[in-house]
């Protein structure tokens, strides 16, 4: 017993040498998925105790809970974020020690487990913040302890063997696939008539139902909050295309799993090295003869049937899901792996002893020799070749870390700007948690702007967020002066300076006090060849500071003669936060010209705007510019370079409509509510004089066609070789079934028709029942009601966010988009507070009602510290975003004080 207990302690000193060291520097940064499990325990310590936390695609709580005791207790640093997963990949190996001998025998428990200690992907798996390493953990104690308690009784062991699995549900999105192994189990048992799951079949049972019972929480939960499952539905692409009888999709995926452990791994730099197999070549060979042995004794034998099914039914997830394969989503089968793999280790030591009289202990000491170069040849990847990989270092922010570092060895009195590709938040956050530096820095995107303070700065340009080659020039002429250069980041040093004086273009009335930006030029090339970017350079400077949570984003489009908008580009650039009075400020926006737009003057239009809110009005504009957006001098659009326009369909098609080739389509989107609108390119070649062919679009499924509602967007114009791109908008019928149909597109009339693809109809949750406990208002638009609301007390606290429940009642079809507005207006007609949004926040627009339905439509009323005390009417009405100037739609009843296009909902005071 000494040499299984000092070969055990050796491979825990392995595991723990393997997942302990250079934790703060390999992964080389934090990616940003870690970053939303630091954000979710600042939430927790904030008081919020989730049962499941809603954001971020979904996601369980056990790993969530685990980080926040670890900051707590060793605060708030890199290594306090990755203990958490470290402990749970060094508590796997030890718990596969034990569990695989209670199921296999303890030569197979020791090697599966050294295999699993040295694994690159669970090595990988157990150093990064995310809760999946956990998930095998959980699932090895929970099947060690149900064996324990089948072979031997003891009711504590089937506890703790429940409240494992139950725990492991709380863990990973892929976990009850760990319970469905126990169920297949089960019924395998009962089918091949095996005595003793037989005589035991209540206990295994006991203890699905009992996890289930345990969780049910969490899934109530997930069951009435649609977000929380979003990342599972946005992943179900192949399970869609298996119900609906394309088998195709999963057998691929199958295919790659089955794969992936000896030829082809995850393709990912984020959880492996792209393409590396889990197993090397030894250890992989006895993996496939393990896994073959594994299912040849799986009728006989029982351990090796629940083995069986621990691994394959813990595949699922990749096989299932799009990317495979995905180690990650996989990494509840990596224990059973190891297993299987130690089980062929074994299988082929008896066969060269067998066959090739090859001493027993000499063939055990070349296998285990070979698991130990291999086991070095791990380290050496993943510790020196995998976090050096430019891909990998893009992805945890190397770059990031470095300036880090940085910092927090120097003397640095200025102001600090970082720019960074998500500004606003993963970025920021990522270098806060990173723990190296105390201070606080600034952020901007230095690909899209250049932020000039009036105090002197370091800004620092990290290697993979380096300035625009257009706001190099600007950083040049500036005054910027370089005083570092590495690989990882420059250092630009910023003197300092006042921009009073400069002249203003506009002034942009901004929501809060102040009139917060000054917009000074706006320049561009005044000729463009079409399918070329359009390079457009804003300078503006802040005058007034924004209340934090704000998101202001510029946007230009580029529109023709007739008012098509061809492209239109926007940036979040440099975040509301981190704005200071005087901070001056160049702006890119990239416009991409279509190839085939036609040549001729186009017109381009800069705006400011909130993120999912109306544009601002732009004040004292001069002569020439309109309210809602700044519109500079024409562009002339040039026909693109070369004789022939790019044909770059989705869909390669050639299918002849009279003398008209139909060379290719394009649909985009392919997923859509029943009732919205998706855009059809079609490419053609035209056919001579010949009149361009009259088309209808179809949705066909089983049998079944629905002629849908379409209009010309834009009629392309043809090139002297005859090749031109039309545009229309399909519109997919509010009353469509949900599920795969066919887009097809015929003649109007007889004649050719060819199919565009598959497209995805959803059909939202509809409420045909009128609710209850509202305060009816009948506000009536015509083709829609306001039927009533709730609202929160009418004395509202500064400070505060109060929700605002509207209930619609769809009268009758509505086919362009709408955005409500609720205004919190003062006496004297101005808004104070605002906050305009689609329907439901974006997930009803109004072309998805159906006459007769309710639709629920809340909207949340920020109220600022500053906001004047005293009485407010809160008012709803409806406009056209989409139009300039933004008309609101009348009433078809003069609402509360005769107003035509808005309703007074009732008066609050504030305090």
């Known amino acids: 017993m000494r040499w299984d207990f000092l070969a055990k302690a050796t491979i825990l000193g392995v595991a723990a040498a393997m997942r302990l060291a250079a934790l703060d520097r390999v992964p080389p940064g934090l990616q940003h998925d870690e970053v939303f499990s630091v954000v979710f325990a600042a939430e927790v310590r904030a008081g919020h105790w989730p049962v499941f936390f809603d954001h971020n695609g979904g996601n369980e709580p056990l790993f969530l809970y685990l980080v926040t005791g670890a900051l707590r207790a060793f ?140 969780a049910a929480p969490m899934y109530l939960h997930m069951a009435q909050v649609p977000q929380a499952t979003e990342r599972i539905r946005a992943l179900s692409y192949e399970l869609t295309a298996l119900r609906h009888g394309n088998p195709f999709p999963v057998l691929r995926n199958a295919l790659k799993v089955v794969t992936m452990f000896g030829l082809l791994g995850d393709p990912e730099w984020r959880y492996n090295i792209a393409g590396r197999p889990v197993f090397l070549p030894l250890s992989a060979i006895c993996f496939y003869v393990g896994a073959a042995a594994c299912l040849l004794r799986a009728k006989r034998s029982r351990p090796h049937m629940l083995l069986g099914c621990w691994l394959l039914t813990n595949l699922l997830a990749s096989v299932v899901t799009g990317s495979a394969p995905s180690s990650l989503r996989a990494v509840g089968a990596a224990p059973a792996a190891c297993l299987c793999a130690a089980m062929g280790a074994k299988a082929i030591c008896k066969a060269l002893e067998r066959r090739l009289r090859v001493p027993q202990l000499v063939a055990f000491g070349l296998l285990a020799g070979g698991f130990v170069i291999e086991a070095g040849i791990s380290a050496y990847q993943y510790f020196a070749l995998w976090p050096t990989n430019p891909h990998v270092r893009e992805i945890y922010r190397a770059d990031l870390a470095a300036v880090a570092r940085y910092l927090a060895h120097s003397q640095v009195g200025d102001q600090v700007l970082v720019s960074a590709q998500f500004a606003a938040d993963l970025d920021r956050q990522s270098f806060e948690y990173l723990g190296f530096w105390r201070g606080q ?98 300078r503006w400077r802040v005058t007034a500071p924004a209340p934090g949570g704000r998101y202001v984003a510029f946007f230009a489009n580029l529109r023709d003669e007739r008012g098509f908008i061809w492209s239109q580009a926007d940036s979040l650039a440099y975040p509301t936060a981190d704005w200071r009075v005087g901070d001056h400020s160049y702006q890119v926006l990239r416009v991409q010209v279509p190839a085939d737009m036609p040549p001729g003057k186009a017109s381009i239009c800069v705006g400011v705007q909130e993120l999912g809110g109306s544009p601002m009005n732009l004040a004292r504009l001069p002569d020439g510019l309109s309210f809602w957006c700044a519109e500079g001098p024409a562009v002339q659009v040039h026909k693109a370079a070369g004789e022939e326009l790019p044909i770059d369909p989705e869909q390669p098609l050639a299918v002849r409509f009279g003398s008209w080739e139909l060379l290719g389509a394009s649909v985009s989107p392919r997923v859509a509510q029943a009732g919205e609108t998706i855009e059809v390119s079609l490419w053609w070649r035209c056919g001579g004089a010949s009149e361009r062919p009259s088309l209808r679009y179809v949705l066909q499924r089983d049998g079944v066609r629905i002629e849908v509602a379409s209009k010309v967007a834009f009629a392309g114009l043809a090139n002297p070789q005859g090749l031109l791109r039309d545009r229309a908008a399909v519109r997919f019928p509010v009353d469509a079934a949900a599920g795969l149909w066919e887009l097809r597109v015929k003649s109007a009339g007889p004649g050719a028709e060819a199919s565009l693809g598959q497209v995805f109809v959803s059909q939202p949750e509809r409420e045909f029942a009128a609710p209850h406990g509202v305060r009816p208002v009948r506000a009536n638009w015509g083709w829609v009601e306001l039927y009533g609301f709730r609202l929160e007390p009418t004395r509202w606290r500064r400070g505060e966010s109060v929700s605002v429940n509207l209930f619609w009642r769809s009268l009758a079809q509505w086919d362009e988009p709408i955005t409500v507005f609720v205004h919190l207006v003062k006496g004297d007609g101005t808004v104070a507070v605002a906050a305009d949004s689609l329907p439901a926040g974006g997930r009803r627009p109004a072309c998805t009602w159906m006459p007769g339905e309710f639709i629920a439509d809340e909207h949340r009323i920020e109220l600022s510290t500053g906001l004047a005390p005293g009485q407010y009417e809160l008012k709803v009405g409806l406009y056209r975003a989409d139009i300039p100037g933004y008309p609101r739609l009348r009433l078809a009843r003069a609402g509360a004080g005769g107003a035509e296009d808005a309703v007074t909902l009732q008066e609050v005071t504030i305090e």
């Open 75 to 214: 605060g708030e640093n890199l290594l306090a974020f990755r203990w958490p997963a470290a402990a749970g990949g060094l508590l796997g190996v030890a718990a596969l020690s034990w569990a695989g001998g209670v199921l296999l025998g303890r030569s197979e428990a020791i090697a599966a487990a050294f295999l699993l200690a040295t694994s690159f992907w669970h090595v990988l798996d157990s150093r990064f913040g995310l809760r999946a390493i956990w998930l095998p953990t959980l699932l090895t104690l929970a099947y060690g302890f149900f064996w324990r308690w089948q072979e031997r009784g003891h009711v504590s062991r089937g506890v703790l063997g429940v409240l494992f699995l139950a725990a492991s549900l709380y863990t990973y999105s892929a976990a009850p696939l760990g319970v469905l192994a126990l169920g297949a189990f089960l019924a395998l048992g009962l089918c091949m008539q095996e005595p003793v799951v037989r005589r035991n079949w209540w206990k295994w049972s006991a203890a699905i139902v009992g996890a289930a019972v345990l």
């Open 441 to 538: 820095a600034r952020w901007f995107d230095g690909q899209l702007s250049l932020v000039l303070p009036a105090e002197p700065a370091l800004v620092f340009l990290p290697s993979f967020r380096p300035l625009a080659r257009e706001l190099e020039q600007m950083a040049l002429s500036s005054g910027l002066v370089a005083v570092a250069d590495q690989a990882s980041y420059k250092v630009l040093r910023w003197p300092g300076r006042s921009w009073t004086g400069s002249e203003v273009l506009a002034t942009i009335d901004t929501p809060w006090p102040g009139q917060g930006i000054q917009l000074l030029s706006v320049a561009y090339p005044r000729e463009v060849p079409a399918g070329e970017q359009l390079c457009i350079l804003l």
